[in-house]
């Protein structure tokens, strides 16, 4: 009762009292991108050696890698504050969910393949980047010159879309058995 709701913005009911913070300074994500010493961590956008020839492995990193747009997204909602609607809080949401099932996905399809999760490179730069902005630059910068970007025609999400119908042979009815 004392969160004030889902969204942190209903009244206090009566006779409740919130909480004396456990913290005497306001809370501000790190903008620093980085993962565990299991890790090694790059910067520069470059596929690992181990699968560079397989286009298959190529595609489940770069799913796998957008752990970080999860990340950018979370810290993207928290802190564009309370001036969002709720319908922009909700798909804000749902997108950060969305990319960390696709880290999931990259994740499962590469540990099938035979690399553990630390087996790979991490790239963190798309946060380092875009968290450099204000929220609302960062999410510009993802909505138009990334996800717009990995949409486009020739090639975009249907270009690996076909790839995996027509030469890796791979559907969602075997469920990428290759894997």
């Excluded at 596929?47 to 298959?56: G, K, L, R, S």
């Excluded at 709720?86 to 749902?94: N, P, Q, S, W």
């Excluded at 790239?123 to 970007?149: C, D, R, T, Y």
Aim: with cysteine.
């Amino acid at each position: 009762m004392a969160a004030r709701g889902v969204l942190g913005r209903d009244p206090l009911p009566d006779g409740v009292s919130r909480p004396v913070p456990r913290a005497s300074a306001a809370y501000r994500p790190s903008h620093e991108f980085a993962r565990d010493a299991r890790f090694t961590v790059i910067i520069p956008k470059i596929v690992p050696q181990a699968i560079e020839n397989d286009p298959m492995q190529t595609m489940m990193w770069v799913r796998r890698e957008e752990l970080c747009v999860s990340e950018t997204v979370a810290a993207i909602l928290y802190e564009w504050g309370d001036e969002l609607p709720t319908e922009a809080i909700v798909d804000l949401a749902r997108q950060c969910w969305d990319e960390a099932r696709h880290a999931l996905f990259g994740q499962v399809a590469l540990e099938q393949a035979g690399f553990p999760l630390q087996a790979l490179e991490a790239w963190v730069g798309f946060g380092m980047h875009a968290l450099a902005e204000s929220p609302q630059k960062a999410f510009a910068h993802l909505s138009l010159a990334i996800e717009a970007g990995a949409m486009a025609q020739p090639g975009g999400k249907r270009g690996e879309w076909e790839y995996c119908r027509d030469v890796a042979k791979t559907s969602s009815d075997d469920n990428l058995s290759r894997f």
